[in-house]
């Protein structure tokens, strides 16, 4: 489920990629499109985030199985 | 130390942390600057060009002042034609004899503050250095831009915010490296096979991290410097300390019996770290030539960050990661103690 | 003091009572300078020149330093230990590995100039370049004397040495090459101690570490 989301964020995104001639006008991209950016990255910190979560949890169940 | 790794405030508000300063660091604007002169023309004693800016506010903003300086030298423009909020067309006055064939574009107003191309246009014609009789300089008030930016510099412009992500991921990396040298230090002191575990899950943690700052490293240089590698003191140094922590791993590998691989593993890790230290920072700040900012003759990000403005936002991203990294070796090392105290009652 | 002298003269004698460890060195350097020539015939490049010589000196302190605590298995392990202090064992290894080193430098040094020779340049001051081949047998040895005692207590031989040793030497490599390259070229001193103090930190660096941290490696 997780990685059909991120595979679809992914294809949104490479539609604002297009081929760029000019380095210049590389750099003038419109604030808008920052959001794209900045959404991605938060999905993948996010990701991260909930897999660590996951991991502590089952973790600490290993642990109270094995000091009871 | 165990009963703090179980709890989760520090590792919600880690989250949290690192995630405000990505945002902020990902949304605010750049500051304005003068990105390029073009069509740089000479005709007599006039010269004209076109000036290009990056988030200026030439249509919107007061007071705008365009002129060219070399020391103590200024000579204001004549014509200014502004075609749009980033394009503007100059033509200057020049004198008969010039100071110098080297000036400096310097723009002035009220929204952008003052923005300068250094040494960025160059004058045909004779040169005598001598008092110069341009001084429109002093007549121009200077201000500086109100709202909260990341600095503008030339080679990065936007990349700029990679600070956020590639060096914050090298301090943790070295945080480890310290905290793995702590802990063996204490395993040679104590024979506490926990300071063992901690030292191993330190330089795993570590080297994640390491690859990251490598590889965002190379990122960043391919779209700044042009290649993804280069003959660096600094990224020597770097790839050589990893080399060295991997070697660590191989060391652990080779010995069978837990209390001697312990015992070598720890003096390696003492070892490594003295070695990491001096490679990464001692040796770079006695070379001769470096492209990193902050060394050998570069101006570092200081020097721009007048208002410290990027300072925050680029500490707080250091605490995040930091602490983001920490939890990491914290789940591994619970893992190692669980694994060994479970060999322990076999 | 006289600790360490007698173990100096123990290695020395050792080594001296089963001469083949000395020969298969030696051979080693001239087999490996003669590869070297053929394969390059002649040399213009002052750089390509002294680098080349470096490495043909690294891997020859590999192959010494491999072997150094060849001797110190199963029971001689054990009586060296009541002999002396671990402090003492580790800067006597150290001393004699130094200044055997500088013996195969001097010798790998001519072997190559002789049959490639040594391009002078103008300006050149030769007896910097000499203080730099010592300086890096120096250094060589005393960086992998720690490291080949942490080899010495896995089962992983020879090839251990080179996986710990060589991320560690390459720094030391490379500060050496620069500052016998620059002083090939003719630079002066101003420009060339940077290397010269890089070197002595790192020698500074190995020796002391190797003599702290020995003693929790040397104990059972």
């Known amino acids: 489920m997780n990685k059909m989301l991120l595979l679809i964020f992914m294809l949104f995104f490479s539609l604002f990629i297009s081929a760029q001639g000019n380095v210049m006008e590389e750099y003038m991209y419109s604030s808008g499109k920052i959001w794209v950016a900045i959404s991605v990255l938060f999905l993948i910190l996010l990701l991260i985030f909930m897999y660590l979560w996951k991991m502590d949890k089952k973790i600490g169940r290993m642990e109270d199985e094995f000091n009871s | 130390m165990e009963k703090l790794i179980r709890q989760s405030w520090w590792k919600i508000s880690g989250i949290l942390v690192l995630a405000g300063a990505l945002l902020f660091a990902m949304k605010t604007p750049l500051s304005p600057g003068i990105l390029s002169i073009e069509k740089v023309e000479q005709a007599e004693q006039t010269l004209s060009f076109e000036l290009i800016g990056y988030n200026s506010h030439f249509m919107t903003s007061n007071g705008l002042q365009v002129w060219i300086q070399n020391d103590a030298h200024s000579y204001c423009s004549k014509d200014l034609e502004i075609i749009d909020d980033s394009h503007l067309l100059i033509g200057i006055d020049l004198p008969e004899i010039l100071p110098s064939n080297l000036f400096s574009v310097v723009l002035n107003d009220d929204i952008d503050g003052t923005l300068a191309s250094l040494d960025g246009i160059f004058i045909k014609g004779n040169v005598e250095p001598s008092d110069g009789n341009g001084k429109c300089y002093e007549q121009v008030k200077l201000t500086e831009h109100g709202y909260f930016s990341?600095?503008?510099?030339?080679?990065?412009?936007?990349?700029?915010?990679?600070?956020?992500?590639?060096?914050?991921?090298?301090?943790?990396?070295?945080?480890?490296?310290?905290?793995?040298?702590?802990?063996?230090?204490?395993?040679l002191v104590k024979s506490d096979p926990r300071y063992d575990d901690m030292t191993v899950a330190a330089i795993h943690v570590a080297m994640l991290f390491a690859i990251c700052g490598l590889s965002t490293g190379a990122l960043w240089a391919r779209f700044t410097w042009g290649a993804f590698w280069t003959d660096d003191p600094q990224l020597n140094g770097a790839a050589i300390s990893t080399l060295i922590y991997l070697a660590y791993f191989m060391l652990r590998r080779s010995v069978n019996d837990p209390d001697k691989r312990a015992?070598?593993?720890?003096?390696?890790?003492?070892?490594?770290?003295?070695?990491?230290?001096?490679?990464?920072?001692?040796?770079?700040?006695?070379?001769?030539?470096?492209?990193?900012?902050?060394?050998?003759?570069?101006?570092?990000?200081?020097?721009?960050?007048?208002?410290?403005?990027?300072?925050?936002?680029?500490?707080?991203?250091?605490?995040?990661?930091?602490?983001?990294?920490?939890?990491?070796?914290?789940?591994?090392?619970?893992?190692?103690t669980i694994e060994r105290k479970r060999l322990d009652h076999e | 003091?006289?600790?360490?002298?007698?173990?100096?003269?123990?290695?020395?004698?050792?080594?001296?009572?089963?001469?083949?460890?000395?020969?298969s060195v030696f051979l080693y350097v001239l087999a490996t300078n003669y590869v070297v020539?053929?394969?390059?015939?002649?040399?213009?490049?002052?750089?390509?020149?002294?680098?080349?010589?470096?490495?043909?000196?690294?891997?020859?302190?590999?192959?010494?330093?491999?072997?150094?605590?060849?001797?110190?298995?199963?029971?001689?392990?054990?009586?060296?230990?009541?002999?002396?202090?671990?402090?003492?064992?580790?800067?006597?290894?150290?001393?004699?590995?130094?200044?055997?080193?500088?013996?195969?430098?001097?010798?790998?040094?001519l072997i190559y100039s002789f049959f490639l020779p040594f391009p002078s340049a103008i300006g050149m001051d030769t007896g910097l370049y000499l203080i730099g081949l010592i300086g890096g047998a120096i250094g060589l040895s005393t960086t992998l004397g720690l490291v080949s005692a942490i080899a010495w207590k896995t089962k992983g031989g020879a090839g251990m040495v080179a996986i710990l040793?060589?991320?560690?030497?390459?720094?030391m490599l490379l500060a050496i090459i620069r500052y016998s390259e620059g002083v090939l070229n003719g630079m002066s001193w101003m420009v060339l101690d940077r290397y010269a103090y890089s070197l002595l930190l790192l020698i500074a660096l190995g020796a002391s570490l190797g003599y702290m941290l020995f003693p929790y490696i040397w104990k059972e």
């Not at chain 2, 030339?154 to 702590?182: D, K």
């Open chain 2, 150 to 187: 990341m600095p503008y510099r030339t080679i990065l412009y936007e990349t700029i915010r990679n600070l956020n992500f590639h060096v914050p991921m090298w301090f943790a990396m070295i945080f480890l490296t310290l905290f793995s040298f702590v802990t063996a230090i204490l395993y």
């Open chain 3, 37 to 109: 020539y053929q394969s390059f015939h002649k040399v213009k490049d002052a750089e390509v020149w002294n680098a080349l010589l470096w490495v043909i000196i690294l891997f020859a302190a590999f192959n010494v330093i491999s072997r150094s605590y060849d001797q110190e298995r199963g029971d001689r392990e054990i009586y060296l230990y009541t002999l002396a202090s671990p402090q003492q064992v580790i800067l006597a290894k150290m001393m004699y590995h130094s200044i055997f080193m500088v013996l195969v430098t001097f010798f790998s040094f």
């Open chain 3, 1 to 23: 003091m006289q600790a360490i002298k007698a173990l100096i003269q123990k290695e020395f004698l050792i080594d001296y009572k089963d001469r083949q460890v000395w020969m």
């Open chain 2, 263 to 336: 015992r070598l593993s720890a003096v390696y890790a003492i070892f490594a770290f003295i070695m990491f230290y001096v490679f990464l920072k001692v040796i770079p700040s006695m070379a001769e030539f470096s492209l990193h900012p902050d060394t050998t003759d570069n101006p570092s990000f200081k020097d721009y960050d007048i208002e410290g403005k990027l300072k925050i936002v680029f500490r707080t991203a250091t605490a995040g990661w930091i602490i983001l990294s920490f939890w990491i070796f914290s789940l591994r090392y619970r893992l190692l």
């Open chain 3, 165 to 171: 040793g060589l991320p560690i030497i390459i720094p």
